[in-house]
Nanobody, 128 residues
Framework: QVQLVESGGGLVQAGGSLRLSCAASGRTFSGYAMGWFRQAPGKEREFVAAISYSGMNTDYANSVKGRFTISRENAKNTVYLQMNSLKPEDTAVYYC?????????????????????WGQGTQVTVSS
């Protein structure tokens, strides 16, 4: 079992920044690839970013590329999502997930079904 707890969400004006954290406990954190997804009201959960177990490889949704950065500190069992130049359309509940998939893309870490564990989510609201 892996327990995930997100934090760092809040209300921010358009153009602002937030850093989300996801703290993991339980099984060996470094053995899992990690991802961030988000879900807005009335919409499906969508992929935001993913990072390999080592942190050497990352992937981003086109909508956040160049604005968001995913990173991890295995020594702290934590994954981060730095969000800059936030837009109102970034408003959603953000979830982190843990996966054993070695693949990126729609068949791998961009697919929510590839994740075994999820946190409870943290709300991000961007005002215009």
């Amino acid at each position: 079992q892996v327990q995930l707890v997100e934090s760092g969400g809040g209300l921010v004006q358009a153009g602002g920044s937030l850093r989300l954290s996801c703290a993991a406990s339980g099984r060996t954190f470094s053995g899992y690839a990690m991802g961030w997804f988000r879900q807005a009201p009335g919409k499906e959960r969508e992929f935001v970013a993913a990072i390999s177990y080592s942190g050497m490889n990352t992937d981003y949704a086109n909508s956040v590329k160049g604005r968001f950065t995913i990173s991890r500190e295995n020594a702290k069992n934590t994954v981060y999502l730095q969000m800059n130049s936030l837009k109102p359309e970034d408003t959603a509940v953000y979830y982190c997930g843990a996966s054993i998939s070695p693949l990126f893309g729609p068949s791998g870490l961009a697919n929510a079904r590839k994740y075994s564990y999820w946190g409870q989510g943290t709300q991000v609201t961007v005002s215009s």
